[in-house]
């Protein structure tokens, strides 16, 4: 049972989910995933800081009365309403019909919209502090990290953030619920890709949040997924800084669609140049086996980014088509890009591609784009090691996190 006081008068009452596959029936969850929830005991009353989904419910239900017994919380805080954390809200209503719920206005609309919920709510706006006694509960409004509703809730007294989606990451715990006492080796990763297929378009946002927190004191960010920060915290936080500014390390995404190896072939030229060059980072990716999930941890990572694709139905191959819009949808910006592909004998695949990475603003018109019509011939071949040359000079000559 994951019930942990890890600082006084704060309890860990998240629970673990190993069994749904997709969050937000996208994005694999291989190793699981936590819906957190966190008790906050004053003097003279009690609060549950957001809740979980509604089949991690009746595990909910059980930590609390192991932390409160047959008390009801006197609040429920919702900093965030995406039903991963507010599935549960009615049936603990139901538990606890006398428990107040607390949002902003937009929270409250939607706790309306979703649950049907109209009674006993408690309206608050930014800046507003609820008394629990000896325990304090003050609201940051923190829209679009990751919904317009979003908040963050901070106890002073105890320098604790409970931060909502922000810093959180994919995989069930593992024993250990603070990052004292985890390896948090297997969460960085799934920080990434957290981040980057949940949050990824609203890096402006969370530079506007991160500037909110930046003069409050932090000893424990409670994030809505993943461990609790408290030894890490200075990584976290420089981890979210940087992917909300679209800065990325030294490394090339390769991500290729490829139906009978010619375009596959192209790649693998184009990756053995640039690791002659000297780029150590490069990730491959058949679009057609990764999932995009990880392909767009990847290019939030890394700098450069090279696309190739086959023509297809005079298009583009769809896979490349989809991964195209998901990087258009969230804004990345800052990369080195190239381009290539095969056609048969349609010369559409590259011109759509360099078609959206322009609608992208992430058009590289510099770095010529190979094409092979069949099989690639010398020619084609000699233009991915160009390519590829180009590629690498321009990350060699650009600094790291620039
Ligand atoms: Fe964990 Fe945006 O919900």
Partial sequence: M????????????GVNDRTTSRFEALWPLPSGVTYNSYIVTGTNKTALIDGVEISACEKLRDHIKTVLGDKAPDYLVINHMEPDHTGSIKVLRSFYPEMTIVGNAKTLEMVKGFYGIENNLLKVADGNIIDLGGMSLRFTLTPMVHWPET????VKE???????????????????ITDSETDTEQFIPEM??????????????????????????????????????????????????????????TGVVIVYGSMYGNTEEMAEVIASRLAENGIKKIRIHNASYSHLSYILSDIFRYKGLI????????????????????????????????????????????????????????????????????????????????????????????????
Wanted: aromatic share 10%; charged share 20%; hydrophobic share 40%.
């Fill in 2 to 13: 994951n019930v942990k006081e890890f600082i006084e008068g704060i309890h860990y009452v």
């Fill in 151 to 154: 908040m963050m809730t901070y």
């Fill in 158 to 176: 105890k320098s604790v953030l409970f931060s909502g989606d922000a810093f959180g990451c994919f995989g069930a715990l593992t024993g250990g």
């Fill in 192 to 249: 990434y890709r957290y981040y980057s297929n949940i949050v990824g378009k609203y890096g402006v946002f969370v530079q506007k949040a991160l500037a909110k927190l930046s003069s409050i004191k932090l000893d424990y960010i409670c994030p809505t997924h993943g461990p609790v920060w408290h030894d890490e915290i200075a990584r976290v936080t420089a981890i979210y800084d940087s992917l909300s500014k679209y800065e990325a390390e």
């Fill in 307 to 402: 696309i190739g694709a086959p023509t297809y139905s005079n298009t583009l191959f769809p896979p490349i088509e989809a991964l195209l819009q998901a990087i258009k949808t969230r804004e990345i910006k800052n990369r080195v890009t190239a381009s290539f592909g095969s056609c048969t004998w349609a010369p559409q695949s590259v011109k759509r591609i360099n078609a959206v990475l322009e609608e992208a603003r992430l058009f590289n018109g510099d770095i010529a784009s190979p094409q092979a019509k069949q099989a690639p011939d010398a020619t084609a071949i000699n233009d991915c090691k160009t390519l590829a040359d180009a590629v690498a000079a321009r990350l060699l000559n650009s600094s790291p996190h620039t």
